[in-house]
């Protein structure tokens, strides 16, 4: 049997703050003085992933910047967030345009952000019996594993430091199934999205929870039928307490609410967005903002990797074709420092 086909989706917006925070000293421009150093970085990216993933088919989804149906829910919804720094936002504002001209389906949903864009696409691939890579620094797409669908998370350290996660990895990395995943980080919360979890309930109190009984609504239904020594005897009377403290089902039925999903967004026909793309496009949308690559475009363009040149030039620093390894465990993770929390 033939391998289906492999489409991979791209979170522009994490990937273009990796990329800003990554390339801030280096501080290229284009020709009209406009900062570019973030959009270079995340062409690269995909560049990248393409070189090794070998995808038949690309999207790249970016968050609505205007309207959030999320925090229209909750207003508190990465209210703390500070506001981004002006080179930042002009790059981020940029870059469906850029892409778009380059050839890459790109899609801005409205009042929704690239994590739906994501959801919605690999149920697309799926309903189409195709596989996905989902590309992200945000481990909230860890839910939408499957048969069909991995995750590859970029952390600090780029795609060195890449871990792709399917259905088996997962278990290993966090103790839960796929199908658990959402109700796994409502109990933990999230800060960087400004939702609390509950107190006291770290990713292994969680796991340990929810490997017992299979999810939130079975907990609630052990605490509200009188079986409350049930969940004692897995997490311990103090962790059960918390469960059953003023506001905690609230709080969690609030993440839950947040953190799904939508797999129904409109996304593009899976045969408008097959590779290759056209060399001489790509490469001209990107001069147009002062950015020169060639030869690294090679896996979305149909050419060939390219050989290694011994004397160093100026085109093409970025991505370089040095092995790859993914690693199998998130144990050594670095956590993000202040200025990168927006990444997540």
């Known amino acids: 049997m033939s391998t289906p086909p492999l489409l991979l989706v791209l979170d522009g917006n994490s990937l273009l703050h990796r990329a800003y925070h990554a390339g801030a000293g280096e501080g290229w421009l284009d020709q009209d003085g406009r900062p570019v150093w973030a959009l270079r970085g995340l062409v690269g990216f995909i560049a990248r992933a393409a070189a090794y993933l070998r995808p038949d088919a690309l999207i790249v989804g970016f968050d609505c910047p205007d309207d959030s149906a999320r925090r229209a829910d909750f207003p508190g919804y990465k209210a703390h967030r500070p506001a981004k720094a002006a080179d930042l936002a002009e ?10 001209a380059a050839g890459i389906r790109t899609v801005v949903p409205p009042a929704y952000e690239a994590d739906d864009v994501l959801a919605s696409a690999a149920a697309a691939a799926r309903t189409a019996g195709w596989r996905s890579v989902l590309m992200t620094s945000d481990r909230d797409s860890f839910a939408l594993i499957d048969d069909h669908t991995s995750v590859l998370r970029i952390r600090n ?7 792709l996660v399917d259905h088996a990895g997962l278990s290993e990395l966090c103790g839960v199934e796929p199908w658990q995943y959402r109700d796994f980080a409502a109990l933990r919360g999230d800060p960087s999205d400004n939702l609390p979890g509950v107190r006291g309930f770290g990713e292994a109190t969680a796991a340990k929870l929810l490997a017992a ?34 506001g905690v089902r609230e709080t969690v039925e609030r993440n839950q609410r947040l953190m799904r999903m939508r797999a129904d967004l409109p996304v593009p026909e899976l045969s408008s967005t097959r590779l290759p793309l056209n060399l001489a496009t790509f490469r001209i949308a990107l001069r147009a903002r002062g950015i020169n690559l060639g030869p690294s475009l090679w896996a979305l363009t149909g050419g060939v990797p390219p050989q290694r040149d011994p004397e160093p030039r100026d085109e093409d620093p970025i991505p370089d074709l040095r092995p790859w390894v993914f690693r199998k465990s998130m144990t050594a993770r670095r956590d993000p420092t202040p200025g990168q929390l927006s990444l997540f």
């Not at 605490?223 to 009377?237: I, S, Y």
């Open 91 to 100: 790059q981020l504002a940029g870059a469906p345009e850029l892409l778009t």
């Open 213 to 246: 009984f299979g999810s939130m609504d079975a907990v609630w239904m052990a605490l509200d039928g009188g079986q409350e020594h049930l969940v004692r005897e897995v997490v311990g009377a103090r962790a059960t307490g918390r469960l059953l403290a003023d």
């Open 157 to 163: 350290g780029g795609l060195d430091e890449a871990v």
